[in-house]
């Protein structure tokens, strides 16, 4: 089993940054691939970007370039670095652990996944 608690979010203006974590424990973290997903009101969730436990990452077209994710093993957290934030990326923000060592761009992989929080960009 493993536990996630996503942390920083909040509202922000359009064309600021934001950085999200996610502290992972229950299970060796070094071994899980992380993903990070969103779901805005009305919309199915979808895949953000995740990264594998060798540091591999991969992101969804819509934010490539202005997303960044990163892991910290020793620390047990995944963090999602936000750039360039625009209204299309108010959303609750997902984090989710595989146990697959790769990262896949749908939900199904994703055994574990945390409670969520909120963003929300003003134009």
């Known amino acids: 089993q493993v536990q996630l608690v996503e942390s920083g979010g909040g509202l922000v203006q359009a064309g600021d940054s934001l950085s999200l974590s996610c502290a992972a424990s229950?299970?060796?973290?070094?071994?899980?691939?992380m993903g990070w997903f969103r779901q805005a009101p009305g919309k199915e969730r979808e895949f953000v970007g995740g990264?594998?436990?060798?540091?591999?990452?991969k992101y969804a077209d819509s934010v490539k370039g202005r997303f960044t994710i990163s892991r910290d093993n020793a620390k047990n957290t995944v963090s999602l670095q936000m750039n360039s934030v625009n209204a299309e990326d108010t959303a609750v923000y997902y984090c989710?652990?595989?146990?697959?060592?790769?990262?896949?761009?749908?939900?199904?992989?994703?055994?574990?996944w945390g409670q969520g929080t909120q963003v929300t960009v003003s134009s």
């Open positions: 989710a652990a595989s146990l697959v060592r790769l990262v896949f761009p749908g939900t199904s992989p994703y055994n574990y």
């Open positions: 990264i594998s436990p060798v540091g591999d990452t």
């Open positions: 229950g299970r060796p973290f070094s071994g899980l691939t």
